[in-house]
């Protein structure tokens, strides 16, 4: 049995590239050590075509049953990733053969190194097919929706196991730079068959990676080669610009730099991007602006439920200079009538979320207002999902919902398909503790629609989500899409 699944496996990797012909003993010879077999006897049957979730579910039932592992999510995720890892190139390897690839076209080497993230299982491609995705049309353009189910749920096993495994810092996070060729532990994912591509922005090293979880096409995360905190400043755009600069077909942005309105890892200097093209990319400019001394830069308000100043310049100079400005008195910035404090009992509360992407031979820049006050009646946050909207979504607005995906918690699928059930049989969900949070919801929903019924009831339920999604977007955005939102907006403006 293990010798079978061993020659599928290395038939994957002969497929895939990951292995080359002249590597196949090699290969096969570090997975027996990984079995601890000393031999091998090569079965008669060929295999094309490998079906990778299979070969590697075979391998680690042989693993749980030679004892190697125990039989448990935390601890077949560790192990697969160790005999993916013999099949993998040195990281040497894949940076000579991604800037081989560079020279040929900066599209044609993040294509080879998207390939190699998915075909190495770094990126588990049957884990990402059961995330849910769907759009809704709003008035801001077609929003993106998606659950998350890629990310594994952890069995009580693996968290008591982490719970009493000792404690370390090393690596200090997940995005250091140590994390290349890591085995992991229960408390911390293996990453031995992750790849990293050294770059240099703003004169020092940095890195390269994809997401393990792709929330979209070729969604790549840019980090700082030192674990140091994040920081919008003008340095932030200098790197954004940089990276455009390498990567064209790509955007890149980043998250801003406070809790509530920032990212889940503020501790590590890191950017978002990929080669995909948001709503909020696409959304026009509805009012234009003209900034003394910036008169040659295109500015103008985004048609966007957040707060977004788009600025557009062939010379990514100008919106560097530009983008320091506008941050520099919007960190300054207070105005009580708007409900803008730039800052309450010390602590400030103005940043930016910064997008850049090149649009033809045209740099732009998104700069989305953001502020993380907070108050009795929205303790989490004013420019937060509101109270009403947790239900669906509860969780930071950071750079991703910003552009416009909903990132939504894996609770809502069986969420979601347990209310179709009970709508359909005209039960209250408020009688079912899982869904009494949706009841309210639902009962405002139903009267819209004459006729629910099998064929149509999911499709109701994520379009009534994804309008929720357009309303915490709107939650989200300091100045909202109203006379009087737009008329404050102006009045910032006006200072720069």
């Known amino acids: 049995m293990l010798n079978n699944s061993i020659k599928k496996l ?69 192990f697969d990733t160790k005999i993916m890892n013999c099949l993998m190139p040195r990281p040497a390897q894949v940076q000579e053969k991604f800037w081989k690839e ?8 993040t294509d080879f190194f998207y390939k190699l993230s998915q075909d190495s299982d770094y990126i588990r491609r049957y884990r990402i097919k059961k995330d849910r995705k769907w759009t809704v049309d ?13 990310k594994p749920e952890k069995d009580p096993k693996a968290i008591a196991a982490a719970k009493n495994a000792k404690q370390s810092s090393y690596p200090k996070c997940l995005l250091c730079m140590e994390n290349e060729g890591y085995a992991g532990r229960l408390n911390h994912p293996a990453r031995e068959n ?3 591509i050294p770059i240099t922005i703003n004169d020092s090293g940095w890195g390269f990676q994809y ?44 998250n ?20 995909y093209t948001f709503a909020m990319a696409k ?47 919007w960190r300054g910035y207070t105005d009580a009538d708007a409900f803008v404090f730039a800052e309450t009992d010390g602590e400030p509360h103005n940043t930016i979320t910064p997008i ?10 998104d700069l989305t207002l953001r502020n993380n006050i907070t108050t009795e009646e929205h303790p989490l946050g004013v420019y937060h999902p509101h109270a009403e909207y947790h239900h669906i979504k509860k969780e930071n607005i950071g750079l991703i919902e910003v552009m416009g995906l909903a990132v939504l918690p894996a609770r809502l699928k069986d969420e979601l398909e347990l209310l179709a059930s009970y709508i359909l049989e005209g039960r209250d969900p408020a009688e079912n503790e899982m869904l009494q949070k949706h009841a309210d919801w639902v009962k405002d929903f139903l009267p819209k629609y004459k006729d629910i019924n099998q064929d149509n009831v999911m499709d109701i339920l994520q379009e009534e989500v994804g309008q929720v999604f357009v309303k915490v977007l709107e939650d989200a955005g300091v100045y909202k899409c109203t006379p009087e939102g737009r008329a404050a907006f102006r009045k910032f403006l006006a200072t720069l």
């Open 10 to 78: 290395v038939q994957y990797g002969l497929e895939t590239g990951l292995v080359p012909a002249c590597e196949r003993n090699y290969t096969i010879n570090l997975l027996l050590d990984l079995f601890r077999q000393d031999d091998y006897e090569e079965p008669a049957e060929e295999y094309e075509n490998v079906d990778l979730e299979e070969t590697l579910g075979e391998l680690l039932d042989e693993a749980v049953k030679r004892g190697l592992i125990e039989d448990s999510i935390g601890y077949r995720d560790l």
């Open 102 to 109: 560079y020279e040929k076209s900066p599209e044609t080497a």
């Open 283 to 329: 959304a026009p400019m509805e009012e234009s602006v003209t900034i003394p001394g910036y008169e040659d830069v295109e500015a103008g308000i985004v048609h966007w439920p957040l707060s977004v100043l788009r600025i557009r310049h062939r010379d990514e100079k100008r919106l560097i200079d530009l983008a320091s400005h506008v941050l520099e008195n």
């Open 138 to 150: 709003s008035p801001y353009g077609t929003i993106d929706i998606t659950i998350n189910l890629s």
């Open 356 to 365: 850049a992407r090149k649009v033809g031979d045209t740099f732009e820049l």
């Open 194 to 196: 992750h790849r990293i």
């Open 256 to 275: 801003a730099d406070l809790p509530i309105v920032g990212g889940s890892i503020l501790s590590h200097d890191h950017f978002q991007g990929g080669h």
């Open 211 to 254: 997401s393990p979880y792709v929330y979209y096409n070729e969604h790549c995360i840019v980090f700082n080669g030192q674990h140091v905190p994040m920081k919008i400043e003008r340095n932030a755009f200098v790197k954004l610009f940089d990276f455009v600069k390498l990567f064209p077909h790509y955007f890149l942005g980043s």
